[in-house]
């Protein structure tokens, strides 16, 4: 079992960053890839980013690419979504997984979520 938990989030305005951190402990949290999802009020979840173990590869979403950075620090077992140039529909809950591969990426573990709103 892996636990994972978010924070973070918080209200910024249209084209301010944010960082998130996601902490692993538990059972081996460094031998999975890990992913950030989103999911607004209405919507399905949807994937943001996924990094591969060694942080050597990530994968975005169209919606993020240029904008977010998916980082690892395996030592502090704790991965990192830094946010630049938000906008209002990047408003959602953020979820950290921790999962295999990058593209697609396989969620196994879920955080609680962060709350991410951007106002306009």
């Known amino acids: 079992q892996v636990r994972l938990v978010e924070s973070g989030g918080g209200l910024v305005q249209a084209g301010d960053s944010l960082r998130l951190s996601c902490a692993a402990s538990?059972?081996?949290?460094?031998?999975?890839?890990m992913g950030w999802f989103r999911q607004a009020p209405g919507k399905e979840r949807e994937f943001v980013a996924a990094?591969?173990?060694?942080?050597?590869?990530?994968n975005y979403a169209d919606s993020v690419k240029g904008r977010f950075t998916f980082s690892r620090d395996n030592a502090k077992n704790t991965v990192y979504l830094q946010m630049n140039s938000l906008k209002p529909e990047d408003t959602a809950v953020y979820y950290c997984a921790a999962g295999f591969g990058t593209a697609p990426f396989s969620p196994q573990y879920w955080g609680q979520g962060t709350q991410v709103t951007v106002s306009s």
């Open positions: 538990g059972r081996t949290p460094d031998r999975y890839a």
């Open positions: 990094i591969n173990l060694g942080a050597s590869s990530a």
